[in-house]
């Protein structure tokens, strides 16, 4: 009898421990100064890109359309109505150009997508395969693998086939999890021999909220309220397909890992000692991340979603919640259906309650009852949306170590963009923002954060979304407007270097060296950019000049051999 009290209150203090050690820390923020440290020997450094933004080749070779290719073709959706019809000419170019600027970065990974249309032109995988989409992707692996790069593969980075946005409605159709299945069990069957580290899909948070509650980006519905929700379901459920697919007939001969990529900005509590604060903050994270984060980690919606979606629809008079609920069965069937947790992060909020009427209208943004607010002083040198914030790099890092037991995480996406329409390679701003959040990161995993791996977003400037080419994230400037869309290095090319060289920031004053350097190259690189019209234009000359020195020697030749007839005879 008194060993099993004894067993009870030693169980009960165990778990209490447990408990204790596993809450996140709202209410303590100190990030302190910067820290000098290396990374573990082993971790991955890398930079990522995706198929739609930079492949171009739009209707090349057999390819399918997409709801991008869709989107970007109808006027007045994209900034300046551009398209992504060639945008870096990547189709052509990746094999070789991009894999020498890969080597030329020393990266160990390269993150890429592969378009669902190029190798399967109407989604559909039994009404046909296109051996030219499977070819080219085939080979980019294989010049990654011959040049030593890891790639890591992302099935889904948003272009959906058209033909199944029209037939099914896209994500609003439970169909979608057997034709994605099918696809994605295509990749693993050709390529998943080289392929080991595999992406289900990239940023489901932004397929859902701004392709079916906004419409700001395709297929384009602003369904408010209702289709993130239900296209954010059917994308669970696909991804646990997927995973269990790998598992079941992949992974013993493969031997590779299925993960998700997850995206999410860091929500503060403005005050720190308030409660509401607090909650508020936390709503704003599990409406973000924990979306998708808890089904796949402890098996269903976070319990505030369900609560707030819950009671706004009850208010709205519906009869049941607008946020779809997991049976028993498709719970466990979710859980734990994730070898790793790809991270992509770019910036912080400040986050307040703030009450919304149920009468507003149904909406995933007030669903949440809060605000989100910026501190002015905090640098904004790109998106409107990106202010840099390296402290929250950490803090949404130990909240995932926290909330998920502490998972395997790769970041898959970090970078800031700049919208200067104007050529700048000197791109400071950039240099600041990937030393600060790297540096965050570096305490985040000495705060015991399981991250193996890190990818600069992105390798190139490409086609952003609805807005365009106007805002670029590339460490590499892509010169849009000449036709063989030729790449020339930022500053930042340099800077990453030495990070990825030392393996993180061994000393002040090395660290303190790296600056001037980056900055000396990207002056030159400058010069030879402002060169660059006299360039054409002495090509320009050349081609004139050549033949007419060339014709001018035969004359002269002749002159000469004339001349030597002559005195001969
Ligand atoms: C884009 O297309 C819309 C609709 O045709 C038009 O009103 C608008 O002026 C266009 N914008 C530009 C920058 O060409
Ligand atoms: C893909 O590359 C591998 C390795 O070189 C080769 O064995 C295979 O036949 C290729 N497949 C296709 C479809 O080109
Ligand atoms: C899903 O697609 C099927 C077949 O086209 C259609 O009958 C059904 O209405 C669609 N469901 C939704 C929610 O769009
Ligand atoms: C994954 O596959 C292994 C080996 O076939 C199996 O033992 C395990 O139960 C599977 N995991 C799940 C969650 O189905
Ligand atoms: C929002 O509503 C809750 C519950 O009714 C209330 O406790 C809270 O004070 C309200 N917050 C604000 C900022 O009005």
Not at 487 to 499: E, G, L, N, T, W
């Amino acid at each position: 009898m008194k060993t099993y009290v004894l067993r009870v209150w030693y169980v009960h203090v165990l778990v209490l421990c447990l408990n204790a050690a596993e809450d996140f820390q709202w209410t303590k923020n100190n990030p302190g100064s910067f820290y000098y440290g290396t990374f573990p020997t082993g971790f991955l450094w890398g930079v990522g890109s995706s198929a739609f933004q930079t492949e171009g080749a739009w209707d090349k070779d057999g390819k399918g359309p997409s709801i991008w290719d869709t989107f970007t073709h109808k006027k007045g959706k994209v900034f300046m109505n551009e398209t992504a019809d060639s945008s870096c000419e990547g189709y052509y170019k990746v094999k070789q150009d991009d894999i020498q600027l890969l080597k030329e970065l020393k990266v160990n990974h390269y993150l890429l997508s592969i378009s669902w249309p190029r190798i399967i032109p109407t989604g559909i995988k039994k009404e046909q395969v296109n051996e030219k989409g499977i070819k080219f992707y085939n080979d980019t692996i294989n010049s990654l693998l011959e040049n030593k790069i890891i790639p890591i593969v992302t099935l889904y980075h948003w272009d959906l086939p058209q033909v199944l946005q029209e037939k099914y409605g896209g994500w609003q159709n439970i169909s979608m999890i057997s034709y994605f299945n099918d696809y994605a069990n295509l990749c693993f069957e050709k390529f998943g021999d080289r392929v080991k580290y595999w992406i289900t899909f990239n940023n489901p948070w932004a397929i859902a909220e701004e392709g079916y509650e906004t419409g700001e980006h395709a297929p384009g519905l602003k369904l408010s309220g209702v289709g993130a929700y239900k296209a954010a379901h059917h994308i669970i459920k696909t991804h646990a397909k997927v995973w269990h697919s790998y598992n079941k007939t992949w992974r013993s001969k493969q031997q590779g890992m299925v993960g998700i990529s997850l995206t999410s900005a860091w929500g503060e509590p403005v005050d720190l000692t308030s409660q509401k604060d607090i909650e508020a903050a936390e709503r704003y994270v599990q409406f973000y991340l924990g979306w998708f984060a808890n089904p796949i980690y402890s098996g269903d919606y976070p319990e505030v979603m369900k609560n707030y979606v819950g009671r706004k629809s009850a208010q709205q008079g519906l009869g049941t919640s607008r946020l779809p609920s997991f049976s028993v069965q498709e719970k466990s069937y979710i859980k734990g259906t994730s070898d790793f947790l790809g991270i992509s992060h770019f910036t912080t909020r400040y986050i307040i309650e703030k009450n919304y009427s149920a009468f507003q209208g149904p909406s995933y943004h007030t669903d949440r009852d809060l605000a989100e607010l910026v501190d002015p002083k905090w640098p904004d040198p790109g998106s409107k949306w990106l202010y840099s914030v390296p402290w929250g790099f950490r803090r949404l890092l130990n909240f995932v170590k926290t909330q998920y037991g502490n998972p395997l995480i790769y970041i898959t996406e970090n970078g800031v963009s700049e919208k200067l329409q104007c050529i700048q390679l000197c791109d400071e701003w950039r240099m600041d923002y990937l030393k600060g959040y790297i540096n965050e990161l570096l305490k985040a995993i000495n705060d015991g954060v399981n991250v193996k791996g890190y990818t600069v977003w992105s390798l190139l400037d490409k086609f952003e979304w609805n807005k365009g080419y106007s805002e670029r994230f590339g460490l590499y400037h892509v010169d849009f407007k000449k036709g063989n869309k030729p790449r020339y290095p930022k500053a930042s090319v340099q800077y990453y270097k030495m990070i990825i060289n030392a393996n993180g920031f061994p000393n002040p004053r090395e660290v303190k060296s790296w600056h001037q350097k980056a900055i000396e190259t990207c002056s030159i690189t400058n010069q030879l950019l402002a060169a660059d019209p006299l360039t054409s234009h002495m090509e320009m000359v050349t081609e004139i000049v050549v033949p007419t020195v060339f014709t001018l020697c035969i004359l002269i030749s002749a002159i000469l051999l004339m001349f030597l007839l002559r005195k001969h005879n």
